[in-house]
């Protein structure tokens, strides 16, 4: 496959909407639902990230992400989050991570939520103060049974203090697989991210596993 050089502009913004949430250079994954944690509960979830970008007819691979998201429950409507990512990037670039901070709002209960997270990428190379993003998230749940629930998002990522910001469109569907979703579950997830002054598509997909101590 060639080197798809069409797709280096999404991919530099791509770059900068990392700061918040997942994985690797455009995919920025969700691993979470509309349901909130009950107030002092705790959720740990591992995962891992595979991300592309695509452009003209040409395809790339860009980067993976191995991370974690710590969730609280704050309160009866409130759920903060934190998030850390290792993003190493392909065709021999300097890996990344990604810091970020985040609090979810029941709009809802157990349907419908706002997650609005910011954060940061550090790494070799990176003008850090440059890279802090915002994401609103609206997120939507709908629960079949305590083993099995989806969740569709849409967000805007908005790289503000970048030199050149471009706000970037992301859809995302997310599942989750459990014996008891109350306790643990198998987050699969596949979203994408567009620019809606280009013509590239980010996309990719998540695994990963959240489980509630």
């Known amino acids: 496959m060639r080197r798809c050089m069409s797709c280096r502009p999404l991919y530099a913004a791509a770059v900068a909407a990392t700061a918040v949430s997942l994985a690797g250079c455009i995919h920025l994954a969700d691993q979470q639902s509309a349901r909130l944690l009950e107030p ?3 959720e740990i979830t591992p995962s891992f990230s595979s991300v592309s970008v695509s452009h003209e007819g040409d395809s790339e691979h860009v980067a993976d992400g191995y991370g974690v998201r710590l969730g609280y429950g704050a309160g009866e409507a409130v759920e903060l989050r934190a998030t850390y990512e290792r993003i190493t990037v392909s065709n021999g670039g300097d890996d990344l991570d990604l810091w970020g901070l985040g609090a979810k709002f029941s ?3 157990d349907v419908l939520a706002l997650y609005a997270p910011i954060g940061f990428l550090t790494g070799s190379g990176v003008a850090t103060a440059e890279t802090w993003t915002i994401a609103p998230t609206l997120l939507a749940t709908w629960r079949a049974s305590q083993s099995f629930e989806v969740s569709p998002s ?3 990522i908005y ?3 970048a030199e050149f910001p471009e706000l970037l469109l992301g859809f995302h569907l997310g599942a989750a697989f459990s014996t008891d979703l109350d306790r643990w579950a198998i987050r699969p997830e596949f979203g994408a991210t567009i620019n809606p002054g280009d ?3 980010g996309w990719g997909w998540t695994l990963g596993f959240s489980v509630r101590p």
Do not use: C, W
């Open 40 to 42: 002092g509960e705790t």
């Open 107 to 109: 709009l809802a209960e």
């Open 154 to 156: 849409v967000k805007g």
């Open 159 to 161: 790289p503000f203090a």
């Open 199 to 201: 013509e590239g598509t």
